[in-house]
């Protein structure tokens, strides 16, 4: 599986690329393609960086995650 930094992934948070990735329990996951994810916003979580601590807040559970594409392994 890919490695990927912390600097890669807050680069892919609906503003500076195309790509549109968050990142849960060390995971990175692609919702690019996601409605929800439009412009690196959903409600009041941002794209581009690891919401591990944020999924409490959330009103769904972490199976959510399933329904995107794994593209790698967020380092440190």
Same mark, same amino acid.
């Given at each position: 599986?890919?490695?990927? %930094?912390?600097?890669?992934? %807050?680069? +892919?948070?609906?503003?500076?690329?195309?790509?549109?990735?968050?990142?849960?329990?060390?995971?990175?996951?692609?919702?690019?393609? %996601? +409605?929800?994810?439009?412009?690196?916003?959903?409600?009041?979580?941002?794209?581009?960086?690891?919401?591990? %601590?944020?999924?409490?807040?959330?009103?769904?559970?972490?199976?959510?995650?399933?329904?995107?594409?794994?593209?790698?392994?967020?380092?440190?």
């Amino acid at each position: 599986m890919k490695k990927i %930094s912390k600097q890669q992934l %807050s680069l +892919r948070n609906g503003q500076d690329k195309e790509e549109i990735w968050v990142a849960y329990k060390g995971r990175v996951y692609d919702v690019t393609k %996601s +409605r929800m994810w439009r412009n690196g916003k959903h409600y009041e979580h941002w794209a581009g960086q690891d919401l591990t %601590s944020e999924l409490k807040d959330a009103p769904h559970e972490e199976k959510v995650f399933g329904r995107f594409e794994q593209i790698g392994e967020l380092q440190g």
